[in-house]
């Protein structure tokens, strides 16, 4: 009778296993919180598997940013496009604010629910394609970098409105500042244009997972290649000069 209760319960915890993840409160008793190592590249295997509680709660929390942030951005956005009366103001402060409205709402519309799905409740296999990863990660960089560019293009203009006020009537234009934003947003993404090649969809162990295909000490090693390059014909340009 001991060895038939002994057996049903560890039956019963690799069930919650299953169901619950590694941090069940029932232990089978084998080592499965150690990091798998692939035999092929030699890389450990570092998933994430959270149980059922966490990936509620980050769920639950998730869903609130994601109402919230997405409710609040369209309600700016549509207000200052439609509002006649902020658009006739000489300050561009709308300019900004619409810049950063778009760049956040696209990163809670795209890159939010990618998240949730792939990388907290199924980490594998990756469902979405191979154009669909290093999109997913393209818009997500340029959008990070257009959020950074437009608090301080902000900041730089309130500062400006604040401590040089005649000075900025001249330089703080609406034409400037469209062309200003402009410029911010292709720059946002020239930065995020090398992960359109850097990553990508692969298989490994039979199943599709969406990572880096190229191996960053080669990237570091090829940038630091042509560092030198540069700075060594930098040098030799100006010893001729002499």
């Not at 942030?69 to 956005?77: R, Y």
């Not at 696209?106 to 990863?133: K, Q, R, T």
């Not at 880096?212 to 010893?239: E, F």
Request: proline content about 3%; overall charge positive; hydrophobic content about 45%.
């Amino acid at each position: 009778m001991a060895l038939n209760f002994t057996l049903s319960e560890r039956n019963f915890g690799a069930l919650a296993q299953r169901l619950f993840g590694n941090n069940s409160l029932f232990p089978t008793g084998n080592d499965t919180d150690k990091p798998e190592v692939d035999l092929e590249t030699g890389e450990e295997d570092l998933e994430v598997n959270t149980d059922i509680y966490s990936k509620v709660a980050v769920t639950v929390i998730y869903a609130a940013l994601f109402a919230v942030g997405s409710l609040g951005n369209s309600v700016t956005l549509y207000t200052l496009l439609t509002k006649k009366s902020l658009q006739n103001l000489q300050s561009t402060v709308h300019y900004h604010l619409a810049s950063l409205a778009v760049s956040d709402l696209l990163i809670l519309l795209f890159s939010m629910p990618v998240e949730l799905y792939n990388f907290i409740w199924f980490h594998h296999p990756w469902v979405f394609g191979d154009a669909a990863c290093r999109g997913y990660y393209f818009l997500r960089d340029s959008c990070s970098y257009a959020t950074a560019l437009n608090i301080g293009s902000l900041s730089a203009e309130r500062y400006m409105a604040i401590c040089h006020p005649f000075k900025a009537k001249s330089i703080m234009s609406r034409s400037r500042t469209k062309k200003l934003i402009s410029a911010m947003w292709l720059a946002s993404f020239a930065l995020a244009t090398p992960m359109l090649f850097s990553m990508g969809q692969v298989t490994r162990n039979g199943e599709r997972i969406c990572t880096a295909i190229v191996s960053p000490v080669s990237m570091k090693t090829v940038l630091q290649v042509g560092l030198k390059r540069r700075l060594r014909g930098d040098n030799c340009a100006k010893m001729r000069l002499k």
